[in-house]
Each structure stands twice: as C-alpha cells, then as structure tokens.
C-alpha cells in the first residue's frame, strides 16, 4: 500500500517536472531581452513631412514564420530640429482593437477598417472607438545617417512599445 | 454464419447486454408521436460532430500547420488535392450548420423548460458543450491563415491585451511569441485539433450519460409543474406504464432528422463551395479589411458600435456574464411551470435575445461604418446632386464637390445614402446648417475626440471655402437653406 503509494508518486514526479517544465517554457515564452535594431533605410530617402509605409521582416518572429513575420510600419520625417533628424515612427496596428490603419494622405488621416477609427498625421487619436493615438516605435539615427527602429512586438495598450509612453494619450 | 461469428464477439464484449437496455430505455409516449419533432435538434449536432471528426482527420493529412506553408497547402487542399474543396467546404458548413442546430437545441430546451429538474446538470454541460463549439469555430477561423484570421488572432489579443494586470500575459499566452506568427499558428492548431475536441469529447459523453440516467423530458403540459419532492416518482410512472422504447419510434425521428440535415449541408457545401483563404496572410499589404466569421459579427458589430467607455465592461465583463447566465438558468429555476404559454418572461428573453443578436449579426455583416477601403472615394458623387434641370452648380461648389471626395469625407458620410454610416447623411446639410457652422463643425470636428475628426490642419482655405459653398447648397430641391436666427434676412 504504502509502497505502491510512493511508487506512484515518484512516477508522477519525475513526468510532470520536465512536462510542466516544457509547458510553462512553451506557454511564456519571454519576449526577448536583447533589443533588436531594424534598418529602415538611409534618412534622405523619407520626404519631408510625409508619412510612408515601411516594410521589413521582424527579427522577433520564429525562422518558420513566413510572410506572417512582414511587419509594417508608418514613418514621417519632420526635418531637422537643431540639427538633429526628427521622425515618427507608428505602429500598423490600431489602438482599438490592433486592425491594420491606412493612410490617407489626401485628407492627412489614418483611418481603420475595422470598427472606423481616425487619427491625425502625427498618430494622435481623431475620432471613433480608439482609446488613444497610435503606437509610437523608438527610433535613432544611426552613424551611417540611417533610420533604424526597435524591431516592434504586437502592440496592446498595457505593453505598448515606448516604456516611457503613457498608457493613455 | 455472421450470427454466429457475432455472438462469439458479443459473449465476449457484452455489446446487447450493456448498448440494447440503453437503446430501449423508455421514453415519454408523447415522443413517438408528432411531438417527438421537437427532440431531434440535439441528436443532428452530434451527427455534425462526427461529420467534423472525419473531414478534420481528412483535412489534417494535407493542412500544414506552419505559419509559412498553411496559405499554400489550404490552396493545394482547394484547387489540386481531388476532393479538397469539397472537404474543406464541408468542414466549414458543418461547422456553421452545428453552430446553429447547437443555439436550436438549446433554445428548444430552455423554451420548453427541460432543464428543471433533476436535469439541470444536463444543461449545464451542455452550455460547456456550447463553449466548445464557439472555441472551435474561432481556432477554426485561424486555422485558415489568412488576412481575416490573422487580424482575428490580432483583434482578440488586442481584447485580452485589455485586462487588468494580467493582460500582457494572456496576450503572451494566445500569440506564443512577441507576433503572431509560426508560434500562434502551432498553438491554435493545439487548441482546434487536441484540447478543444478532446474536452468536448468528454463533455459530450457526460452529457449523453445525464440523458440516459435523468432520461428524456416528457413534453411540457401548461398547468404540470415540475416539482423535485414528487417528480421523480411520477416521470418513473408515466414512462413505465405508458412509455415507448427509445430504439422505436423515436429514433427513427433523430435518424430522419440527422440524414436531411446532413443531406442539406452536403448540398450547401457543394454548391456554395469552401470559404478561403482569402488571400495571403501578409501583415503588410494594404486594404486588409478584416472580418470574422459569422458566429462573431454581433460581437464585432457590439465593438464598433459601443461607446468607448462602455467598451471595456463590453469586451471583459459582458462575455463573463454571459456565461455565467446561461449557468445559473436551471439553478435559478428548477422547478415550477414548463410550457411556453406559462413562462412569459423566458418566451420574451429568447425573442429579445435573438432579435439584438440578429440586428447585430445584420449591422457586422453590412458594417455600415466603414464602407470598403477603396470605396467611398470612387464612388462618384450623384448625379442629380451636380446637374440637373433645376441645379446648375457654380465652378466653385464643383471644386468644393472635388474636395469633398478627395479628403476621404465619404468614409463616414454618404450622399444620397451611398457612403459611410459613422456620420450623418449630407444629401440635404445645407437645410440644417450654416456656412459658419459648417466651416466650425469641418475644421474643429465634434469636441472632445467624438465623432469627426478635425479637418482644421487638414484643409486649406481655398478649399474650405470651396467645400462649405457645395455644401450648403444641398437642400431638397425648392427648400430654403438653413439660416441663423440673428442672421439679417436680406
Ligand atoms: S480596430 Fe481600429 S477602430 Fe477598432
């Protein structure tokens, strides 16, 4: 009895510790740690005061993600502010509920498929369901005068990608 | 010869001594009678069930379950696999279909107030067995790794992302990495082909068990009140005495029932053809104008229509409560009247459940807030609106037209109700406001972040002027335009 007991619980044991383990590892998988730089190209190929649509393979994404891992971002170049370059940098993803926005550079505005949320040229929040503006990238200049961002994970409004961003705005 | 080689097996197995008393246990007589229609909503989506089991085992001998080859195996499964797009066609409205016989049987059930007592067990896994059927049609949905279901994995992520503290971690959860991609695909293909099946498995065969042992509801007669102190012995009476065998007449029903349902949707199938893929699942191309599939457009609809500080309670809470409704029905009342005619509030709920849901479903469906992407702009403004016998318009109000289609306005507003529904229609603006109201309500839009967006930053002067000056001039033919009450009448 008491032997048959101990048995069975060494036995379940030692399944469920590398079971569990692999589980809890498969089910959390960390966002990575390490920062990843993307190079969206040299600075003097975005026009001044216009927003394009940049393209890029995610660096965040698995070997075997596929198109999936093509990522999209909008960018605006605002010209030099004291010598320093100035972009915006907005996620794809709408603030409501992560539908791709599109823009409209006719009437200067995102708009949404989804559920028909607008923002403004610079991401703030114009009109409909949304809860803020769109989600701003970081972004630098690198020494090559190149544009790069920080590789973008999927946006939601509790992990948005700037830390220093308040989570309403 | 076969009877012999089969009670060599049946000796062994005791197949009649333990299926033949379960097939002939008694049921109500009224069963066997033109009533017994009412019984067949439950049995047809078991038999859909094992229509999904089989075309998904099919399915999965092609499906590639990897984010980079999903798209092209579901296109060789619909355009070189013989018989694919029939599979898949099949697995798509037999799933629909069973979404449907599942919300009958259950609405035949709580209408005809089986799930009192001492079946109220019976009901509430069949609301789990509810839950498993959504599951599966949303996993479903992702599992054909298009646009739609891309941005579906997106928008639910993006619901879950709104929890409280545990958002990130939910949102961590469904997706598997920090995109969706390869890893996403992998765990809802988990959800849709091991978990989700197996659990409605073990569902089911609870469910069907409570039958067997609580057995079938004799219909409900107005004024018979189900009570639990006396129940038991009377229901044990009435089917003893008068009882028919289940494996009789009806069965005979749920088999009639069963083979036209199954008929019908092998129709549908190979008429309508499969749903998708749509196109491929690139984040980045443009135009995406992301749906769900059908059992989720009043949900859809409730997100765009909800005012957003109602949204959070709508998205987190609402579904909660929902479920936990549906729960609660047999513990709040168990006992006391069954038939319809009896239980007003119960007939009403269903009517009204079934209407917002339905109005709903029609608003996701036509998603009159935002028009097609590539639509509004194209759509030319009405001919009667530019020139007419009794309109002519002056250069300036066409330029203002011009503007009026280039500055996207269309996507909210539509003109002679051709365009977006976000905003009012503009056919007849001029009739309800100014020049100064219009130049106001265009370049700051409605305060506060509501509805419009302000145009202000987004419009010259000249084309300002030139918009408002179309605009106002939109009045029904032979009517004034609107005036100020201080404004001078000249
Ligand atoms: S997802 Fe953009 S408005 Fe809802």
């Known amino acids: 009895m008491l032997l048959s007991g101990l048995a069975s619980a060494a036995a379940a044991t030692v399944v469920a510790i590398p079971g569990i383990g692999y589980l809890a590892a498969a089910a959390c998988r960390k966002l990575k740690d390490q920062v990843d730089w993307v190079n969206l190209g040299p600075v003097d190929e975005f026009p001044e005061n216009e927003t394009r649509l940049k393209t890029f393979v995610n660096p965040l994404g698995q070997p075997w993600d596929g198109i999936t891992a093509n990522t999209g971002v909008y960018v605006r170049y605002l010209g030099r502010q004291s010598f320093e370059h100035q972009f915006q940098v907005f996620a794809i993803n709408c603030t409501h509920l992560g539908c791709p926005v599109e823009w409209f550079p006719q009437s200067g505005l995102f708009m949404c498929p989804c559920h028909g949320g607008v923002y403004y040229a610079n991401g703030d929040h114009a009109s409909g369901p949304p809860p803020r503006g769109l989600y701003h990238c970081e972004w630098r200049v690198n020494s090559a005068n190149q544009l790069e961002i920080q590789a973008p994970h999927l946006p939601t409004l509790q992990r948005t990608l700037r830390a220093d961003q308040p989570v309403r705005g | ?490």
Request: aromatic share 10%; glycine share 8%; with cysteine.
């Open chain 2, 1 to 490: 010869m076969f009877k012999r080689i089969y009670d060599w097996i049946d000796f062994r197995l005791g197949i009649r001594e333990t299926f033949m008393p379960m097939l002939r246990h008694p049921v109500p007589r009224e069963i066997a009678g033109p009533l017994g229609w009412w019984y067949v909503f439950g049995s047809a989506s078991l038999t859909l069930f094992l229509i999904q089991i089989l075309t998904g085992i099919g399915l999965a001998l092609t499906y590639v379950p990897s984010a980079d080859q999903a798209y092209e195996s579901l296109l060789y499964l619909n355009y070189q696999q013989p018989w694919g797009w029939f599979l898949r066609s099949l697995h798509y409205w037999s799933s629909s279909a069973m979404v449907v016989l599942v919300l009958v049987h259950m609405t035949q059930v709580f209408l005809h107030g089986s799930y009192k007592y001492p079946r109220e067990l019976t009901w509430l896994v069949g609301v789990l067995l509810l839950l498993c059927t959504l599951g599966m049609a949303f996993t479903g949905q992702v599992l054909r790794w298009d646009p739609d279901a891309y941005w579906g994995v997106g928008v639910g992520a993006s619901m879950a992302g709104r929890v409280p503290e545990a958002g990130p971690t939910i949102v961590d959860l469904l997706l598997g990495g920090a995109i969706i991609g390869g890893d996403t695909l992998s765990r809802f293909f988990a959800l849709h082909v091991f978990v989700i099946p197996g659990a409605l498995m073990f569902f089911l065969a609870i469910h069907l068990w409570l039958i067997l042992k609580r057995g079938i509801s004799a219909p409900p007669k107005a004024g018979a009140r189900v009570d639990p102190a006396t129940y038991d012995s009377e229901y044990e009476r009435d089917t003893h005495e008068h009882g028919v065998p289940f494996n009789a007449e009806p069965i005979l029903k749920d088999i009639i029932f069963s083979a036209l349902v199954v008929i019908a949707v092998v129709g549908i199938a190979a008429v309508a053809g499969p749903k998708g893929p749509s196109a491929p699942p690139d984040p980045t191309l443009p135009g995406a104008n992301p749906r769900p599939d059908w059992p989720f457009l009043w949900l859809f609809a409730l997100l765009a229509l909800s005012p957003p500080s109602a949204e959070t309670v709508i998205m987190l809470i609402l579904p909660v409560a929902l479920i936990l409704a549906l729960l609660a029905v047999p513990l709040i009342s168990n006992r006391g009247e069954r038939a319809p005619s009896r239980r007003p509030v119960a007939v009403l709920l269903v009517i009204f459940i079934y209407t917002t849901l339905g109005a709903l479903t029609h608003l996701g469906h036509t998603a009159p807030w935002s028009p097609v992407m590539t639509a509004w702009s194209s759509d030319p403004i009405p001919t009667e609106l530019i020139a007419s016998k009794e309109r002519t318009l002056s250069p300036l109000q066409l330029q203002g037209a011009v503007v009026f289609q280039n500055k996207q306005c269309r996507n909210c507003h539509s003109l002679d109700s051709i365009g977006g529904k976000r905003g009012p229609d503009l056919t007849h603006v001029g009739q309800r406001m100014t020049t100064d109201q219009l130049i106001d309500q265009v370049s700051n839009g409605t305060p506060g972040g509501g509805n419009m967006p302000a145009y202000g930053k987004q419009i010259s002067p000249a084309e300002m002027t030139a918009l408002v000056d179309f605009l106002t001039q939109l009045v029904p033919l032979g009517a004034a335009p609107a005036r100020t009450p201080t404004q001078d009448v000249p």
